[in-house]
């Protein structure tokens, strides 16, 4: 990664800032007004509104919008969404999102995110699932802030509704297909038609996407590339009018990804500078021996000897009835998900056998809504409801480790790893199984008052009681063939939690016996800390928790075109077991991570311009965050830890600009300050001292860049009686940010991303008559190199793992309307 210039990012600032100011003056100022921007509809308060008119900050994107800028997953979105990131460990069908801050570094599949995604009101429960139903899409929507009244889950940073095409009546034409080619061997074709069966009856759509690639990361040595996408899914949607007062959709989708994984870069970091001992490792090595920096690799080429499949699975299907009177509407959501996933993935990222894993997991889930929305004529409108979710995960990872010898430099480097090479020799693998149930039921209200036409005030409140169990739970010892060896949990007996028990053999240890004599005890144990190998479950946990969320927000519309508004709420994100390895059986107060709360604070403002062709909303908001959940790796062994507090302040603002027929210009800015101010964690340096804590309050958040920014221009080029051909050029900034709550202390200064730019483009020729349009686009144009996600693994193996984003892509895409 290159280092950035300490006076950039003022110059930054001042330059996007300057910008902005710029595009609203100029679309101000003009002398013969624009035509009028879009109205974007959206049902974030669960009723259809115009973005404008909704006291909260919400982006809109419709389809027409994605289509113009080539948007074909998740991370797309977020570049064009002020304060939103997105991190792909394992590519688009598992997207990590950040909004505001509010991330989640924990890669285990059993983990909620904060961030809610919705697809059709549907909560889709397990991570794997976020990127399968990306196609067809009517309108996406991303609401920023805690959700802790209206939405199906608890969520302390925000929701991504995504809302698929529903077939109409009327006879109106809403069919397309859409292909594509572009490089890296890539194909796709995207296709959609309805009809109605009975006329204003029963009318039904069928719409379908397949997606291929042959893979961005070269593979030395191989024919094969890494980081495939081989995609398919089929959506079936039915629309039935049951009677002037009763209709219902049920739309039932299946997706499948069959591809390959993307391997990781392995940045060796044990240091052997002046030990004489360097060789051809280029002064730095992993614990095997391996160092890339010698090798001569490209940015997107790796030697990865284990690269595998990358397999999701999900089926879908979503009942949303309604009951439509004049004064109010019953309605009722039912969704049914079946859910899994495998990955075989070369995790340090070399051509040897040092840690691969074999990530595995299928869940079945269930949410029920059913919700009275009034509409009523007087002053007082309400919506109230009630939720029931449930998920059955089961979860089963394969941890291959040291299926080599270690390199024996590493002990002159690290001395404090001596005594713990006999054991890494013949270690095996790691069989870590899990089963847990969640069960969520909530109430919930939110009232409108209006006060006046122009004041009006929102009171939500939500009660909601969560249960999870932890119903299975074993840990065991494999040897590299895969005959057991022993059971950690259950059958660790010796109070350790650790995989093995050395010699007191380093100047830590033998002056803590020293200090601490009784603890000489402990060493009878030494070895292997697990016992005879079982399949029996650990004692099952069970954790309730019942909570009170909600919110109160106050509006006043100062006239037609321009609102102000603040609101005051409370979000939470319900706890989770630790979904990584450990070696003992733990009680619930050490297995499982506390809820997480979020109180959130906000004003911001919403306004149309020069008579309606330009649009500019803002927030400011404060967060005292308390309980952040976030998994900290140490040695070989994962924990699933809770900040005890963090505070995030943020700025951000959204414009929308017509500045003339031809001239159309979209520009998003985020501002973020964050900071633990209470956090504890191992210090990962001192590998003999699994005691040793360090104070990181004061650190910035993960994923929580001060800066970042976007901005899309659409201009007519050619404009003839047959057609016009339309440039977009789109660019997104990200400011520095770390991918560890350590920051640049105890060894983890690297595992960061300096500040990039991205820039995309697009050609396009519209027909006239919308029934045909052709495009050629590239994005990341300028061949940025940058990663979207890393991790510290050097205590366990001697190096720092990172993803790096997307190359430079090209293509070509036909789409036909009929």
């Known amino acids: 990664m290159t280092r950035s210039n300490p006076a950039r990012p003022f110059y930054t600032r001042l330059l996007i800032s300057s910008g902005i100011s710029g595009i609203a003056l100029l679309a101000a100022s003009q002398t013969v007004a624009a035509p009028a921007l879009e109205e974007v509809l959206v049902t974030a308060q669960k009723r259809s509104e115009s973005a404008q008119d909704i006291p ?12 113009k800028l080539g948007f074909e997953n998740a991370n797309d979105v977020s570049a064009q969404v002020p304060n939103m990131q997105v991190s792909g460990p394992y590519g688009d069908v598992q997207p990590i999102f950040s909004i505001r801050g509010v991330s989640m570094s924990d890669y285990s599949s059993n983990q909620a995110s904060p961030i809610g995604v919705y697809v059709d009101e549907a909560y889709l429960a397990p991570v794997y699932s976020h990127g399968a139903s ?17 939405y199906g889950k608890n969520t302390t940073g925000g929701a991504i509704n995504i809302i698929t095409r529903t077939p109409g009546f009327g006879g109106e034409a809403n069919s397309f297909i859409k292909a594509g080619a572009g490089s890296y061997g890539a194909t796709s074709i995207e296709a959609g038609t309805e009809s109605e069966l009975i006329p204003d009856v029963l009318a039904a759509r069928i719409a379908g996407s397949m997606k291929r690639d042959d893979g961005y990361v070269n593979v030395v040595g191989q024919d094969t590339n890494a980081a495939q996408t081989d995609f398919q899914g089929l959506r079936l949607g039915i629309n039935w009018l049951i009677s002037d007062k009763i209709d219902a959709v049920l739309k039932i989708t299946q997706s499948k990804n069959d591809g390959l994984s993307t391997p990781p870069r392995n940045e060796a970091r044990t240091d052997l500078r002046g030990s004489g001992l360097e060789g051809d490792s280029n002064g730095f090595i992993d614990y095997i021996g391996y160092s890339r920096g010698s090798r001569n690799l490209d940015f997107h080429e790796t030697e990865s000897n284990a690269i595998g499949a990358l397999v999701t699975n999900s089926d879908l299907a979503v009942l949303t009835m309604n009951y439509n009177s004049d004064s109010y509407t019953i309605t009722s959501v039912s969704s049914y998900l079946d859910a899994d996933y495998y990955q075989m993935a070369d995790t340090d990222g070399s051509p040897n056998g040092l840690l691969e894993i074999k990530w595995s997991s299928d869940s079945l889930s269930f949410s029920q809504d059913l919700r009275f929305t009034s509409n009523f004529d007087g002053m007082f409108n309400i919506i109230a409801g009630v939720y029931y979710g449930s ?24 001395p404090d790893t001596i005594p713990i090479f006999p054991y890494l020799i013949d270690f095996g693998m790691i069989d870590q199984r899990l089963e847990t149930e969640k069960t969520s039921a909530a109430a919930y209200t939110q009232m409108r008052f209006d006060f006046s036409a122009n004041f009006g005030m929102d009171i939500g409140l939500r009660y909601t009681r969560d249960e999870s169990k932890l119903s299975y739970l074993n840990i065991s010892r494999l040897a590299n063939d895969g005959t057991p060896r022993g059971s950690y949990v259950p059958g660790n007996t010796t109070g350790v939690d650790n995989a093995w028990i050395t010699l007191p053999i380093t100047p830590f240890d033998i002056q803590n016996l020293l200090a601490n004599p009784g603890d000489l005890a402990t060493y009878q144990n030494t070895g292997y800390t697990h016992g005879a190998y079982t399949l029996d479950s650990a004692p099952e946990l069970n954790a309730p928790e019942k909570e009170f969320t909600g919110k ?3 509006d006043y519309r100062v006239n037609d075109d321009f609102m102000v508004y603040g609101s005051a709420s409370r979000g939470y994100r319900a706890g989770s077991y630790n979904g990584g390895v450990y070696y003992q059986p733990r009680p619930l107060e050490t297995a499982y991570a506390s809820p997480e709360y979020i109180d959130a604070y906000e004003v911001g403002f919403k306004a149309d311009m020069a ?15 308390t309980n952040q959940q976030f998994i900290n790796v140490v040695g070989i062994s994962n924990f699933l830890e809770n900040a005890g507090g963090s505070q995030i302040m943020g700025l951000e603002a959204e414009l929308w600009a017509r500045i003339t027929e031809r ?5 998003a800015i985020g501002l973020l300050d964050t900071e633990y101010t209470e956090l504890t964690l191992a210090n990962t340096e001192t590998i003999a001292d699994q005691d040793d804590r360090v104070d990181l309050s004061g650190n910035e958040l993960i994923s929580a860049p001060k800066l970042n920014f976007s901005v899309s221009i659409d201009y007519d080029l050619l404009i003839t009686e047959y057609g016009y051909l339309s440039v977009n050029g789109n660019a997104n900034f990200q400011d520095d940010q770390w991918y560890s709550a350590y920051n640049d202390q105890y060894g983890y200064d690297n595992i960061r991303q300096d500040a990039y730019w991205l ?3 697009r050609l396009s020729w519209y027909a006239n008559d919308g029934s045909y349009s052709v495009s050629v686009w590239g994005k990341n144009l300028l061949e940025e190199e940058y990663d979207s996600y890393a991790i510290n693994l050097q205590a366990g193996f001697g190096f720092d793992q990172y993803l790096a984003g997307q190359p430079r892509t090209y293509g070509m895409e036909v789409q036909f309307k009929f």
């Open 611 to 625: 008579e309606g062709s330009m649009r500019l909303n803002a927030a400011a908001f404060l967060y005292d965050y």
């Open 663 to 667: 001239l159309t210009v979209q520009s």
């Open 56 to 67: 909260i900050a919400v982006t809109g994107v419709t389809a027409d919008m994605l289509d």
């Open 759 to 761: 820039y995309n483009g």
């Open 134 to 150: 990306f196609f067809d899409i009517e309108r996406l929507e991303v609401l920023r802030g805690p959700q802790g009244t209206l």
């Open 391 to 414: 998920e059955d995960l089961y979860m089963q990872n394969i941890y291959d480790i040291f299926n080599q010898l270690p390199d024996t430099r590493v002990g002159y480097a690290k």
């Open 552 to 554: 109160i927000g106050l």
